[in-house]
């Protein structure tokens, strides 16, 4: 009798709500990803991410349109509520600081010091972004049953409870609360309309969360400050917390089973304000946890068709302190949609009618719901419509004023929302700040009204921007402070073929740098990536710089910039094969095939190949190294020179080979790799294969006349003469690439190759120089890299052991290839053809492909296979028509490029993404937004390189950089140096390189006096 009455009065204290507790609703999970409530509705939350492109006015009611459709046929009829809960704080660190600890990680395992540009990230960032969250909980009400299925259930649960014994559970989650027949009507609900939202079509990004991720997300809706990604709740299925057992009710076995989900998440107290509390005296606010809330009513929603893009807007411009700092309003929307709006304003109705004569305001009721019937009955959806919005700040007395203010701001904001009318909540204020958390309740306390659907839908937190990568460790940012991940080496994406363009001035270089610097800190990584670039000056060399300096000093020479000269102490011989092969593989043939059919068309014919051409070339390939093979009987191989070659005399002499006249050198390759002298091995190969005179003799045999003497080209022209005529020209003109291989890159994994001094620009001819020196340098890294698993049959037996550990060694390990200033090889097609080829491959080597220029169309065709193009100028109505015609540059995504793509300023650069993803294509704008020690290390600008130059040379590195972004916080000196040349130069006619030298040599004395003078001050 006495538990009997126990349970009474627990029973009185929950429904008057005496404890936190009392207000989550939430009983249980079901099937790992619905919450169930105490009175058996069904809700799952799902993360609305956002959009997947940007939004103009006209896309976005076409979205509502669709979201209309798909939700329609469930919100026709009561039993189905949408709650959206769109929350922005103030503090967006969180994101950042938990990608830099995995960057931190990452910088440690590579000795890479760059932990404090690490840092400068997170701070700078910091400055922009804030903390957003948008969550869709849909609702299943145990009134969409029939009432003969609720009886049904009921008996099923007594009768199962009586044949098993089943305990009561008055402290414990009850199990058996899910109601059978309630479930697969709220999966099908959930199912459609997320399947809906994630298509093309809708072109959204959402999530369902599974049972602990809605739970998190729950949680950290009531106590952010307390909630940290790694709170498990105890839930069915995971093991079963341990608890001692401390009631003396027999039957009641709760401490056995999982605890109540309201146990695990409301944790804090909460106290509501009083006017007779001086610590809170405003009775409309309440304390939970370390914060102080103030919730808001819309007792009136916007009598003007206005969406939520208008109210964020406003609250984007309502500014508060925050710390000092001036930032936009933190607020959480609250929006509920119910089923079936119309019910219960039947009385409304005819109440009106009937004192309709005698007040206007009954009369205006009458019209308005007549007006949603007449509107219902033309195929409208009419639902039930409440919103909540929310402001908060710290518990502490400076905290408690500053919410005045931002309650005032947040409430004039949801005023002028097209004339809203709001209201303060008091009395029942924790009922409030349950109705704005995440799916504590499906009871929701702000008035209600009926609207149509697609109205109710246009309140909602729809429009905001989405990025592709559930994951990413670099960090932009849309214009108005959302965190934009982005993922290099992403599983969303088949392949990664990455084209930036803009012109000079607009950030390319910046980007394409600082990408490639954030690519050596990806989680994960055990040793640096493979990054080879290719580049016409010296915009690279600062990346090349920062590597090389953040490395200890017996690792340094893993980072390498090179500026290749066109003589033979450079020369790569294109010929060369992997280690003991006799042979190319399949790719390294085919792109000798390309390159020497690029070397040998003359120029003015813009890079068509002649015809038949490229068969002959593959011809004379084969035969080359078939001459210099040593296993055939009538093959000529390469012998042996002694003194030709230091190394492999020494390498001779300790192995004790013995040398006859007729050793060749694959003889040396051989017992050299036998013994594991791979170095070694690798040089005696090197003067093994045939190089570019051994082509042109071997076109010139007999074997090759019988073939093709008569042979002749578009023309008239004489095949064979044709060829020897071009592959003997370019041995006197192009040193680099006319004998063995000298310039190694040896260990190397990040590489810069500058062909200032080897490219040319202007006429035909120099843009096929420019375009060969393109394809030797990508050979050269390519060599180094392009391996994979599908090659290892082609190498003999004894040597696939060592290309099998190699290849998986580095399959798997990330590799970008960059070419910078693309438009320089004149839209060479050869090249083109060949870079086309490596995008279609680069996914078996694990490898992004990076193309940069100043235009997108001088890409052409290869912006068919891009996957992700960074556009980083508006460009001109001429321009922009090409995307349009040839990219597919939507009308809203040029408006963004018009309005917002003008270069980077003090806050960053803004650029338009592109991505071509598994599931469908993603466009936002991207800002850049690099703190100014990564600016000074980064920087091309030719002062600011002088400069950091002239300190790094005089002073660590490091600390050059902290001394640089104090006193030019902007990335760059040229301001200060031009104003200097103008005060310092005033009567000169002009001003040449050495008179700005010297004023760039003075400031440099000035920043070192300070530094020398006192290091701490200087550095501040």
Not at 618 to 631: C, Q, T, V
């Amino acid at each position: 009798m006495l538990e009997k009455f126990e349970s009474v009065i627990v029973s009185i204290l929950e429904s008057v709500k005496m404890s936190v507790q009392d207000y989550c609703d939430i009983e249980t999970v079901d099937e790992g990803r619905s919450l169930v409530t105490s009175d058996g509705s069904f809700a799952t939350i799902v993360r609305f991410h956002g959009s997947k492109g940007i939004l103009g006015e006209d896309q976005f009611r076409q979205l509502l349109s669709l979201v209309t459709g798909s939700l329609g046929i469930f919100l026709d009829h009561r039993g189905r509520q949408l709650q959206a809960i769109f929350r922005r704080d103030l503090d967006g660190r969180e994101a950042l600081v938990s990608n830099a600890e995995q960057q931190h990680a990452t910088a440690k395992r590579l000795s890479l010091a760059v932990h404090d540009l690490i840092d400068e990230t997170v701070d700078r960032y910091g400055d922009y972004v804030y903390d957003e969250e948008c969550y869709l909980v849909f609702w299943s009400r145990p009134s969409l049953l029939d009432p003969i299925e609720g009886k049904i259930f009921q008996e099923q649960v007594n009768t199962f409870r009586k044949e098993s014994g089943w305990p009561a559970t008055r402290d414990a989650q009850n199990l058996l609360r899910p109601i059978s027949f309630l479930r697969d009507r709220h999966n099908a609900y959930v199912t459609k309309v997320v399947t809906d939202l994630c298509s093309p079509e809708f072109n959204c990004h959402a999530e369902i969360l599974n049972a602990a991720d809605a739970l998190r997300a729950v949680r950290s809706s009531v106590y952010p400050d307390i909630s940290g990604p790694g709170w498990e709740p105890a839930l069915p299925g995971k093991k079963i917390p341990f608890r001692w057992k401390d009631n003396a009710r027999h039957e009641d076995y709760s401490e056995f089973l999982y605890p109540r989900i309201a146990e695990q998440v409301m944790t804090a107290s909460a106290d509501i304000g009083t006017i007779s509390n001086p610590q809170i005296p405003d009775p409309t606010t309440i304390r939970v946890g370390t914060r102080i809330y103030a919730p808001l009513f819309v007792s009136a929603p916007p009598r003007e068709p206005k969406f939520f893009n208008h109210l964020f807007s406003a609250l984007n411009r309502s500014d508060t302190q925050e710390n000092g700092r001036s930032r936009s309003m933190p607020y959480t929307l609250s929006v509920m949609i119910e089923g079936d709006g119309l019910q219960g304003t039947g009385f409304k109705q005819l109440f009106a009618n009937l004192l309709g004569f005698t007040s206007e305001i009954n009369r205006n009721i009458n019209l308005a719901l007549r007006d949603l019937q007449e509107r219902k009955r033309d195929g409208e959806t009419i639902v039930k419509l409440r919103i909540a919005a929310m402001t908060w700040a710290d518990y502490t007395p400076e905290g408690v004023r500053e919410l005045r203010l931002r309650k005032s701001k947040v409430l004039r904001a949801l005023e002028g929302w097209g004339k809203s009318s709001v209201t303060e909540r008091t009395g029942y204020v924790m009922d409030a700040f349950q109705t704005c958390c995440v799916g504590l309740s499906p009871k929701h306390y702000a008035p209600a009204c009926p609207a149509p659907l697609y109205e109710a839908l246009g309140l909602l937190p729809l429009t905001r921007p989405a990025s592709p990568f559930a994951r990413g460790s670099i960090i932009f940012r849309s214009r108005d402070g959302k965190v934009l991940n982005y993922q290099r080496f992403a599983s969303e994406q088949t392949t990664w073929i990455t084209l930036i363009a803009g012109r000079p001035g607009y950030g390319k270089s910046v980007l394409m740098n600082s990408n490639n610097f954030e690519s050596c800190l990806l989680p994960g990584i055990q040793r640096l990536p493979f990054v080879g670039i290719i580049d016409i000056g010296i915009s690279s060399a600062g990346f090349i710089d920062l590597v090389q300096d953040a490395l200890p000093e017996n690792m340094r020479h893993l980072a390498v910039y090179k500026r290749l000269q066109n003589n033979e102490r450079d020369c790569i011989n294109t010929m060369d094969t992997p280690l003991t092969k006799r042979e190319p593989l399949p790719r390294g043939r085919e792109f000798l095939k390309n390159f020497m059919t690029a070397l040998v068309t003359p120029p003015e014919r813009d890079g068509r190949a002649f015809e038949g051409m490229s068969t002959f070339v593959g011809r004379i390939i084969d035969l080359a190294y078939m001459r210099k093979s040593d296993r055939l009987e009538k093959a000529q191989p390469n012998r042996y020179r002694p003194g030709h070659h230091r190394l492999l005399d020494e390498a001779v002499q300790k192995l004790g080979i013995t040398i006859m006249p007729a050793t060749s050198y694959w003889e040396l390759v051989d017992a050299f790799f036998k013994a594991e002298q791979y170095y070694e091995a690798e040089i005696a190969q090197r003067y093994a294969v045939p190089t570019l005179s051994d082509l042109a003799a071997v076109a010139s045999s007999e074997e090759v006349k019988s073939e093709y003497g008569t042979t002749k080209t578009e023309g008239g022209r004489d095949l064979i003469p044709t060829f020897v005529t071009g592959v003997r020209e370019a041995v006197g003109d192009f040193p680099v690439f006319a004998s063995y291989t000298k310039f190694d890159l040896g260990a190397a994994r990040v590489v810069s190759l500058d062909l200032q001094d080897v490219a040319m620009l202007g006429s035909a001819a120099a843009q096929k120089q420019t375009s060969l020196m393109f394809m030797i340098a990508r050979e050269s890294f390519m060599k180094k890299v392009a391996y994979s698993r599908e090659d290892l049959p082609f190498f003999e037996a004894y040597a696939r052991p060592y290309f099998t550990k190699m290849v998986n060694e580095i399959v798997d390990e990330n590799k970008v290839l960059c070419m910078d200033e693309f438009h320089k090889t004149g839209g060479h097609p050869i090249l083109r053809q060949q870079v086309l080829t490596d995008a279609r491959e680069a996914r078996k080597w694990n490898m992004e492909i990076v193309l940069a220029s100043q235009l997108m169309e001088d890409f052409g065709d290869l912006c068919k296979v891009a996957t992700t193009q960074f556009i980083m100028d508006s460009g001109t109505e001429q321009t922009r028509r090409w995307m349009r015609e040839n990219i597919g540059l939507s009308p809203v995504e040029e408006q963004g490029l018009v309005n917002f793509v003008h270069g980077p300023n003090a806050d960053g650069g803004t650029f338009l993404a592109k991505f071509e993803t598994k599931s469908s294509p993603f466009s936002q704008l991207f800002t850049l937004t690099p703190g100014p020690m990564r600016l000074w290390a980064l920087s091309t600008t030719a002062e600011d390189r002088k400069l950091r130059m002239m300190l790094y040379e005089a002073m660590p590195r490091d600390a050059a950089r902290k001394l640089l972004a104090k006193r030019f916080p902007s990335g760059s000196c040229k301001k200060l140096v031009e104003r200097r040349k103008q005060e310092q130069f005033a009567d000169a006619d002009f001003v040449d390189e050495a008179m700005e030298s010297s004023v760039i040599e003075k400031i440099a004395k000035e920043l070192l006096a300070e530094w020398f003078e006192s290091p701490a001050h200087a550095l501040g």
